[in-house]
């Protein structure tokens, strides 16, 4: 049994070492990681080696790595890749530099700043689009107001490791709620439950780290209060909505509470004289596209690609079914994987959250006097500098599907519940955890574990929901070391090869948020 545990799990031990020890680039490590899970399948196969680990053919493990290229590229590659576009269109125009001084003008204050980017603006990109989108914007926003791009990177998953188990409008506990046959209110109590303690930590964790940057002082003096608000303006309506409401609303309700209410304190409150927390407001006149006419427009007219891309995102959305339902039209629908069980891909070719994007981008563009050709140019340039990340994304979704069918993934899982008994419930979130680290996704970490987690519960005579809920809540800090999380960052900021950097970093803040909610995950499927 522990030697199938271990089998299973060395594509994953391999990118722990790869990227914390060797310091492999992300692309290179997960690579490696594909076809050590390959070889491993074929060998299971060959073998016999259990009923479990049952391996793949060559045909199999061929299908089921091209079902992770389509899988990464539509809608994830294209989400990550509209949202950059958006982004570098609004540089290109000068759009951004307007959009920095707004930003500057609200407040001088880093550490407001950071938290208003990170934490506000981060979770409610995640709550509209998600798929990466809660990192790699403010991320790259923030780099162009002059913060280190590491740091950056890491305040950013901080910010982003508790809201994606209700991002995407609730995708990834609804998915899961209708796996295990239940409402998905059901599930969004418990898991925003477990999740409360670590999102209400995130704000002051990212305040530390600014200090840190910064000079190492103390970088609460004078932020305590603004960093209890901003965590309880989240954590409260979020509790709220969660328990009254229903998935789909949370991280919407929450992170826009949030934001608001970081944006009318940060107003009213003085600004900075601390030379070290106190950042100078961006000139109206800054930038190199500052002597040319597209520089010269208005703050609505900057963030016009923002508010469109929020606008078509929620009206593609099952917020509003008629339009869901027309868009949902013009999906294909097929089979890859050759062998017996193949997930039926869906790819939307309009309503996705990437088309969307990308049209807000454009249109935006348009609006801030962008011709053709630029934009043509900045999708040119935005792409040649993501490869090296989408090709991290499909490689490390590639992993996922072949792991997954040839029973390396259900083997981690089952294994771990049968060696660890009726103590599983404390260690249910680490299997979601697991399953968000593998496949980059909560909403593919519920697909995979939310049967087997109710399973287990009848087992051990746990309770069901609360195990499934840890799964979710598990998942959502998993994003936290996921490579694809990492890879996604690093393609934000421009900081090739620095995943073993950005990780060594983020694993611990997991391992803390993990070991929380692990303790309420047993505390609530056992004693209560």
């Known amino acids: 049994m522990v030697l199938n545990f271990v089998l299973a799990m060395l594509p994953i031990i391999w990118l722990f070492v790869a990227f914390l020890i060797i310091k492999m680039p992300g692309y290179i490590g997960c690579l490696i990681a594909l076809l050590i899970s390959i070889v491993e399948s074929f060998v299971f196969r060959a073998a016999g080696f259990s009923d479990i680990l049952a391996g793949l053919s060559f045909g199999e493990a061929l299908t089921a790595t091209l079902e992770g290229v389509i899988t990464a590229l539509w809608p994830i590659g294209i989400i990550i890749i509209a949202a950059m576009f958006t982004y570098n269109l609004c540089v290109e125009t000068g759009a951004m530099d307007l959009i920095k001084k707004m930003l500057t003008s609200v407040t001088n204050d880093k550490r407001v700043l950071v938290l208003i980017l990170a934490w506000g603006f981060g979770g409610f ?3 509209v689009a998600g798929f990466g989108t809660a990192v790699a914007i403010p ?3 923030m780099v162009a107001l002059g913060f280190d791009p590491l740091f950056s990177a890491v305040a950013c998953l901080v910010a982003n490791a508790a809201p994606p188990t209700f991002g995407s409008i609730g995708i990834p506990t609804t998915t899961a709620a209708g796996l295990v046959g239940v409402d998905s209110l059901v599930l969004s109590g418990p898991a925003m439950n477990m999740l409360a ?6 704000p002051f964790i990212i305040v530390w780290l600014t200090g840190k940057s910064v ?3 103390n970088a609460f003096k004078g932020m305590l209060g603004f960093t209890i608000l901003a965590a309880a303006s989240y954590v409260v309506p979020a509790l709220v909505v ?11 309700v929450g992170n ?5 209410v970081m944006v009318i304190a940060a107003r009213m409150m003085k600004p900075v004289s601390d030379p070290d927390y106190a950042m100078e407001e961006v000139s109206a006149d ?4 500052a002597a040319d006419s597209k520089a010269k427009f208005g703050y609505g007219t900057a963030w016009a690609p923002y508010i469109l891309m929020l606008i078509f995102l929620i009206l593609s959305s099952k917020l509003v079914a008629p339009v869901n339902a027309f868009l949902g039209q013009f999906t294909s629908k097929f089979v890859v994987y050759s062998g017996e069980g193949g997930a039926t891909i869906s790819l939307a070719w309009i309503g996705n959250g990437g088309v969307m994007i990308f049209l807000a981008g454009v249109i935006g563009g348009l609006i801030q006097g962008a011709s053709p050709a630029d934009m043509c140019r900045v999708m040119g340039n935005t792409c040649k500098s993501m490869w090296k990340a989408i090709t991290t994304i499909v490689f490390i979704i590639a992993v996922a599907k072949v792991m997954g069918y040839s029973g ?3 083997s981690i899982a089952t294994l771990l519940a049968a060696l660890t008994g009726s103590f599983f419930p404390a260690l249910a979130p680490v299997v979601g955890i697991i399953g968000t680290f593998v496949t980059g996704s909560t909403t593919s970490s519920g697909i995979l574990f939310a049967k087997m987690q109710t399973e287990v519960a009848q087992q051990i005579g746990a309770n069901a929901i609360q195990l499934v809920a840890a799964n979710m809540a598990g998942g959502a800090i998993g994003k936290l070391i996921s490579p694809q999380s990492i890879a996604v960052a690093i393609a934000a900021i421009g900081l090739d090869g620095a995943d073993g950097k950005i990780m060594s970093q983020t694993v611990k803040y997991c391992v803390v948020f993990g070991i929380i909610v692990c303790v309420i995950s047993y505390v609530s499927a056992v004693l209560l």
Do not use: C, R
Not at 197 to 202: Q, R, V
Not at 286 to 289: E, H, L, R, V
């Open 215 to 217: 000079k190492g002082k």
């Open 139 to 141: 991320a790259a926003m």
């Open 286 to 289: 800054s930038g190199k596209d």
């Open 256 to 260: 826009t509470v949030s934001l608001l």
């Open 197 to 202: 303690i670590p999102a209400f930590l995130s």
């Open 125 to 127: 990109m995640e709550a």
């Open 408 to 410: 390396m993934t259900s």
């Open 242 to 252: 969660a328990h009254f409401v229903g998935a789909e609303f949370v991280d919407l």
